[in-house]
């Protein structure tokens, strides 16, 4: 079908999706229309989907909440499978998830490492090339939050939990191998050095950034220009047209709301385990007294979490996920400064300079690399490179949606630009400060001070054992435990809210009630609970790359469909009928000129 019809002169009926109320129109845009109908009534009759489908005929509304009547119990069917599988086997989970990942790992490696770069290619095309002015929500559309509370938000939500996680844990790994098997250098060497600097930066560079940018943009283009659901459904208009409120819009849903779940779970097992080594650090270093390590530990920690979590539910997105937003950029600023200030200041921004030089001089060979040719260093990649593409896919459904509530307003060039290069230059300046301070103390002032407690306690220690070896520590700590929590409230929050949207059925219009949004901080972290208790970390790790394999073969139709769609706009807004409309709206009012004068440059 062509999903987007329209002529110079044709009446059809158009929905309206906030009120449910059928309304037909004139596409002509003639001058019998009341002066009322601006500009939103042209979208309606010339951009808007064109069927009589509404969200709320599969919605149930039961005690004050909204869902969808199929995604809904189907996602809490398979997470209580899932839960229920890892309690039967016991002790035969470690095997059966370790065979689970071997198997995605060497049979589908290589879909990983293509589906990235076709993803950061499409968004460049789409954000720089003739498709960038285009704005989401329509010519004269405002965005809600300022740009520095979005960028704050888009970025907090997307990976800064995982920035402390990994900033100093990862490059010590690729420290003690000497570069994986992508780079032949000595282990614990300054070549080794300089090369887990760049393979970290690549790790959280552009490719991660480039997926949350796709799947933000496509569900902000479909749900503000197109007028369809904010849900995964509606990025599939063009292929599947009145369908996606059948079984295939279900079924994609149904794969974001799950994908979703493991990846927070997955972040809230990390954190977790990183709070737990904070506060023991913190014990140990002023009552003489450590928190006893351990599952039962990281357990409570994240009962604590949901609860906190709960209480930001509850504040509401304005004062909620926004303040707690910036909060998280003011206190990681606090702790780049000190890095810099304190740490050997003249290495750090010469160790920086080295990384990006080796992450740039490589970078087509890294974004394409495959342990094809690796002979008996085979193994690295896949523990490395497809975990992150696979923990980043499975993030995507959850931070593109929510980057999608944030950006109405914003023209696809800003929205590439400040989803793309922003966070991308602030991981890449947070790894080379954390990773070079890291690294300065392994090569000048202690070798093993930071990778013997990493190999003998796990990787939560990585970070405190840095802070330790500079001043203020305990002060630092603190912080870097606050900043943790902070990270993962808002993640949670924003997560409860999306998989909220999702399960409800895409409603745009209003938010979900705030009892709807309680209900997932507590599945996530019971799911988190579980894949703890049943294989530790590896379960989380191996739930989440599965989790996102058949995410990233959605994400690649969605290029696709993203382009049907901005090709569309492009030419409906060359259309006669669309100059016909416009023209004559104008002539009616005389304010609308400005927003006509704006749609003349979706034409060039």
């Given at each position: 079908?062509?999903p987007l019809?329209?002529?110079?002169?044709?009446?059809?009926p158009?929905?309206?999706?906030?009120?449910?109320?059928p309304?037909?129109?004139?596409?002509s845009g003639?001058?019998?229309?009341?002066a009322?109908?601006?500009?939103r009534?042209?979208?309606?009759?010339?951009?808007?989907?064109?069927f009589?489908?509404?969200?709320?005929?599969?919605?149930?509304?039961?005690?004050?909440?909204?869902v969808?009547?199929?995604?809904?119990?189907?996602?809490?069917a398979?997470?209580v499978?899932?839960?229920?599988?890892?309690?039967?086997?016991g002790?035969?989970?470690?095997?059966?998830?370790?065979?689970?990942?071997?198997?995605?790992?060497?049979?589908?490696?290589?879909?990983?490492?293509?589906?990235?770069?076709?993803?950061?290619?499409?968004?460049?095309?789409?954000?720089?090339?003739?498709f960038g002015?285009?704005?989401?929500g329509?010519?004269?559309?405002?965005?809600?939050?300022?740009?520095?509370?979005?960028?704050?938000?888009?970025?907090?939500?997307?990976?800064?939990?995982g920035?402390?996680?990994?900033?100093?844990?990862e490059?010590?790994?690729?420290?003690?191998?000497?570069?994986?098997?992508?780079?032949d250098?000595?282990p614990?060497?300054p070549a080794?050095?300089?090369?887990?600097?760049?393979?970290?930066?690549?790790?959280?560079?552009?490719?991660?950034?480039?997926?949350?940018?796709?799947?933000?943009?496509?569900?902000?283009?479909?749900?503000?220009?197109?007028?369809?659901?904010l849900?995964?459904?509606?990025?599939?208009?063009?292929?599947?047209?009145?369908?996606?409120?059948?079984?295939?819009?279900?079924?994609?849903?149904?794969?974001?709301v799950?994908?979703?779940?493991?990846g927070?779970?997955?972040?809230?097992?990390?954190?977790?385990?990183?709070?737990t080594?904070?506060?023991?650090?913190?014990?140990?270093?002023?009552?003489?007294?450590?928190?006893?390590?351990?599952?039962?530990?990281?357990?409570?920690?994240?009962?604590?979490?949901?609860?906190?979590?709960?209480?930001?539910?509850?504040?509401?997105?304005?004062?909620?996920?926004r303040?707690?937003?910036?909060?998280?950029?003011?206190?990681?600023?606090?702790?780049?400064?000190?890095?810099?200030?304190?740490?050997?200041?003249?290495?750090?921004?010469?160790?920086?300079?080295?990384?990006?030089?080796?992450?740039?001089?490589?970078?087509l060979?890294?974004?394409?690399?495959t342990?094809?040719?690796a002979g008996?260093?085979?193994?690295?990649q896949?523990?490395?490179?497809?975990?992150?593409?696979?923990?980043?896919?499975?993030?995507?459904?959850?931070?593109?949606?929510?980057?999608?509530?944030?950006?109405?307003?914003?023209?696809?060039?800003?929205?590439?630009a400040?989803?793309?290069?922003v966070?991308?230059?602030?991981?890449?300046?947070?790894?080379?400060?954390?990773?070079?301070?890291?690294?300065?103390?392994?090569?000048?002032?202690?070798?093993?001070?930071?990778?013997?407690?990493?190999?003998?306690?796990?990787?939560g220690?990585?970070l405190?054992q840095?802070?330790?070896?500079?001043?203020?520590?305990l002060?630092?700590a603190?912080?870097?435990?606050?900043?943790?929590?902070?990270?993962f409230?808002?993640?949670?929050?924003?997560?409860?809210?999306?998989?909220?949207?999702?399960?409800?059925?895409?409603?745009?219009d209003?938010?979900?009630a705030t009892?709807q949004?309680?209900?997932?901080?507590?599945?996530?972290?019971?799911?988190?609970?579980?894949?703890l208790?049943?294989?530790?970390?590896?379960?989380?790790?191996?739930?989440?790359?599965?989790a996102?394999?058949?995410f990233?073969v959605?994400?690649?139709?969605?290029?696709y469909?993203?382009?049907?769609?901005?090709?569309?706009?492009?030419?409906?807004h060359?259309?006669?009928?669309y100059?016909?409309?416009?023209?004559?709206?104008?002539?009616?009012?005389?304010?609308?000129?400005?927003?006509?004068?704006?749609?003349?440059?979706?034409?060039?």
């Amino acid at each position: 079908m062509c999903p987007l019809r329209f002529s110079d002169r044709v009446t059809r009926p158009v929905r309206q999706w906030a009120g449910g109320h059928p309304r037909r129109e004139d596409v002509s845009g003639d001058t019998d229309h009341t002066a009322d109908e601006g500009e939103r009534t042209v979208r309606e009759r010339l951009f808007h989907a064109d069927f009589d489908r509404d969200p709320s005929d599969v919605t149930v509304r039961r005690f004050g909440i909204a869902v969808h009547r199929i995604v809904f119990p189907l996602s809490l069917a398979v997470l209580v499978a899932f839960v229920a599988l890892t309690l039967g086997l016991g002790e035969q989970a470690a095997d059966t998830y370790q065979a689970v990942s071997a198997a995605v790992n060497a049979r589908f490696g290589w879909l990983y490492v293509l589906a990235v770069n076709v993803f950061l290619l499409a968004l460049l095309v789409f954000g720089f090339g003739r498709f960038g002015a285009v704005r989401l929500g329509g010519p004269d559309a405002e965005p809600e939050f300022s740009r520095p509370a979005w960028l704050a938000m888009l970025f907090t939500s997307g990976m800064g939990i995982g920035l402390l996680f990994f900033g100093v844990a990862e490059p010590m790994y690729h420290f003690l191998s000497g570069g994986g098997s992508f780079f032949d250098a000595a282990p614990r060497s300054p070549a080794a050095g300089r090369a887990a600097m760049a393979i970290t930066m690549f790790h959280w560079g552009f490719h991660p950034w480039a997926i949350y940018g796709v799947v933000g943009l496509g569900l902000a283009f479909f749900a503000y220009n197109r007028n369809l659901p904010l849900a995964f459904r509606s990025v599939f208009y063009p292929v599947l047209g009145a369908r996606i409120y059948d079984w295939p819009g279900h079924v994609v849903d149904l794969t974001a709301v799950v994908a979703t779940v493991f990846g927070l779970a997955t972040t809230t097992g990390l954190g977790a385990i990183q709070i737990t080594a904070g506060v023991d650090f913190l014990a140990r270093n002023t009552v003489a007294m450590g928190v006893p390590a351990g599952i039962g530990t990281s357990v409570l920690v994240i009962a604590i979490l949901v609860g906190c979590t709960t209480l930001s539910v509850l504040a509401g997105l304005e004062d909620g996920i926004r303040r707690l937003a910036k909060a998280n950029v003011v206190l990681m600023g606090l702790l780049l400064l000190f890095v810099f200030v304190a740490g050997p200041t003249v290495f750090l921004l010469d160790a920086f300079d080295s990384a990006i030089g080796v992450y740039l001089g490589n970078f087509l060979e890294l974004s394409f690399y495959t342990e094809a040719f690796a002979g008996t260093a085979a193994g690295w990649q896949h523990a490395w490179t497809i975990f992150f593409w696979g923990f980043w896919i499975s993030w995507a459904p959850f931070v593109g949606l929510f980057v999608a509530r944030i950006s109405k307003g914003r023209t696809v060039r800003e929205f590439v630009a400040g989803v793309l290069l922003v966070p991308t230059l602030f991981s890449l300046l947070w790894m080379a400060a954390f990773n070079g301070a890291a690294l300065f103390v392994e090569l000048h002032v202690r070798s093993g001070g930071i990778v013997g407690p990493l190999q003998e306690q796990g990787r939560g220690v990585a970070l405190f054992q840095m802070l330790s070896f500079y001043p203020f520590t305990l002060l630092t700590a603190l912080i870097a435990t606050a900043t943790l929590v902070t990270f993962f409230v808002t993640s949670a929050d924003s997560g409860s809210l999306v998989v909220s949207y999702l399960t409800a059925g895409g409603t745009r219009d209003e938010t979900p009630a705030t009892r709807q949004r309680v209900l997932w901080p507590i599945i996530i972290g019971l799911t988190a609970t579980v894949l703890l208790v049943g294989n530790g970390l590896d379960a989380l790790q191996t739930a989440v790359v599965t989790a996102g394999l058949p995410f990233a073969v959605v994400i690649l139709v969605m290029v696709y469909t993203i382009y049907r769609g901005l090709a569309r706009e492009l030419a409906v807004h060359r259309s006669a009928a669309y100059r016909e409309a416009t023209e004559s709206r104008a002539g009616r009012d005389p304010d609308a000129s400005r927003h006509h004068s704006s749609d003349r440059r979706h034409e060039k």
